[in-house]
């Protein structure tokens, strides 16, 4: 009886858009290779440096009225203003534009008519 | 908070994807902006897409509610992700097999409802003498 080894519990889990790869199916977890540990350093050494800077303003005698998060600062720039500068007509883009600026209004405008000319056809007929 | 440390345009050499990602607090290795679609998202991070769910509740977080640190990047559909809104935690039974379940049994329903619209049955009757 010479069949395939078993799907792995991660590939039978199927993870997509809408719901994520549990901890423990993910062999990610298990890996204790000496890159990911000096990345994890890594990131652990920028987020204590953050942690300073915000615990020094938070425990500051006299704190400013505000302790402003960059991140948030850099978010919400980056979703409203930086979009016009980095907008480029693709055909791609030029395609969803027209799509979705376009399609709802011929749609309904088709289906309004047709709609209309039904009635008058059954007024007509009485 | 000058100019520089503001989004910009999609990074082009590897010189401006290092000084982006020291803008945003990530590692050079974890940075990857948006592919350039000229949809708008600059030179923007994209992290997984993960609710705040799914992050640990009980580590100690700058923000609790928020599950959220002190200059750490944020998603950019941020504000989809919060405990309040959409959750992409792993559900006990897989994704494909709740779709196809719910689907069968929807297409099974509206397909009986369906004929029996066009083909009623219903009791016979006499009509009354007038």
Known sequence: MASAPAPSAARLYRPNRFVSLPAELDPDTYDTSPEKRRAEAERLAIRSQLKRQYLLQLNNPSPPAVIEDPALIRWAYAKSQNVYPTFRPTPKTSFLGAAYALGPLLFWIAVLKAHRDYKEKRIQEG | ?130
């Open chain 2, 1 to 130: 908070m000058s100019m520089d440390m503001m989004p910009g345009p999609y990074p082009r050499t590897p010189e401006e994807r290092a000084a982006a990602a020291k803008k945003y607090n990530m590692r050079v290795e974890d940075y990857q902006p948006y592919p350039d679609d000229g949809l708008g998202y600059g030179d923007y991070p994209m992290l997984p897409d993960k609710s705040q769910y799914e992050r640990d509740p009980w580590y100690q977080w700058d923000q609790p509610d928020m599950r959220h640190n002190w200059g750490e990047p944020m998603h950019w559909h941020f504000d989809m992700y919060i405990r309040n809104r959409a959750d992409t935690s792993p559900t006990v039974v897989p994704w494909h097999t709740m779709s196809k379940h719910f689907f069968i049994f929807l297409g099974t329903m509206l397909v009986m409802f369906g004929l029996g619209a066009i083909y009623p049955s219903y009791m016979p009757v006499v009509t009354r003498p007038p």
